[in-house]
């Protein structure tokens, strides 16, 4: 066998064209999505989302419910007015173990407050796509650039676990708002329990207003098809991955497997036992083994 008909079989083991293709576009994506979730979360952490500035019940609602925090953007809300006390005019002259009756009314009291918990989710959730953002960056710059495997095999693990949990932060947070439907059954529910029920008044307080928890429930998904996209990515990245590993345990058996010709060794010096033939010749040369036993019993004696 030549040497030059032996067909060397080259294994690609960085990332495919087509594959960095795609982490441009994921990464493109994830830095979109990271810009509206800011905007958002200035909106609300800056108090732009003022309940005096909507017109619309649902409009107003949905502010003092999930988007306006009146501690932290400082704003003078009226309390409700209370009987703290109220003594019963029973009769209870000469009968010195009978106490008036006392009478406490269930006051107009701010038991959850939801707004302020959406504010503080807010804040976490703006780290979170910090870091998503800039892992999804060197994303781009390594797949771009880099043809170190094992840098590209580190970033790729990185960005599918950030992947992973935005998905999971995302579901968890939209679970957490759709169990807020149980607070949020008619109007009236949501000034009693976010404390506007002296400054805001509705038309019908017993209408329904579970559709809010359910939209916050499905802002937190990102509409349903932006997590199914971030989803995808989490199958698109764990896909490269796995075929960069492929072609390595690949090349690694065929390393095994098929090794290298060796180079030939010269033959050794005191070999006299072997008979050389010329080129194109099927007869040994006797004479050039006979003069070499000659010299060597000469030396022998």
Not at 96 to 116: D, G, M, Q
Request: positive net charge.
């Amino acid at each position: 066998m030549l040497r030059k008909s032996l067909m060397v079989d080259h294994i690609y083991l960085s990332l495919l064209p087509k594959d960095r293709h795609r982490c441009k576009w994921i990464a493109n994506m994830v830095v979109l999505q990271c810009f509206f979730v800011y905007a958002g979360a200035i909106s609300i952490i800056y108090c732009f989302w003022s309940p005096q500035r909507a017109y619309f019940e649902y409009d107003k609602l949905v502010r003092i419910m999930y988007l306006f925090d009146y501690e932290s953007c400082g704003y003078a809300l009226d309390s409700a007015r209370s009987i703290a006390n109220l003594r019963l005019p029973n009769d209870t002259t000469g009968y010195s173990y009978i106490l008036p009756i006392e009478w406490k009314p269930a006051e107009v009291t701010v038991s959850t407050r939801l707004s302020a918990k959406t504010r503080k989710y807010i804040e976490f959730s703006v780290v979170v796509h910090v870091i998503w953002m800039f892992v999804a960056i060197a994303l781009r710059c390594v797949a771009r650039h880099s043809t170190n495997v094992r840098l590209l095999k580190l970033t790729l693990l990185f960005f599918l676990c950030t992947n992973i949990f935005v998905v999971f932060f995302d579901i968890s947070m939209a679970i957490v708002y759709i169990a807020h439907i149980q607070q949020s059954l008619s109007k009236g529910m949501i000034l009693r329990y976010s404390g506007w029920s002296v400054d805001i008044q509705v038309s019908d307080p017993n209408d329904f207003a579970g559709w809010l928890p359910l939209a916050a429930c499905f802002s937190w998904l990102r509409g349903i098809f932006i997590l199914f996209w971030n989803i995808l990515c989490c199958k698109l990245i764990y896909n490269m991955r796995c075929r960069m590993k492929r072609r390595e345990i690949r090349r690694k058996i065929m390393q095994r497997t098929n090794l290298p010709i060796p180079e030939p060794d010269p033959t050794a010096e005191n070999d006299r036992a072997v008979l050389y033939y010329r080129t194109g010749e099927h007869i040994p040369d006797t004479h050039l083994l006979r003069s070499n036993q000659r010299s060597s019993s000469s030396v022998n004696f």
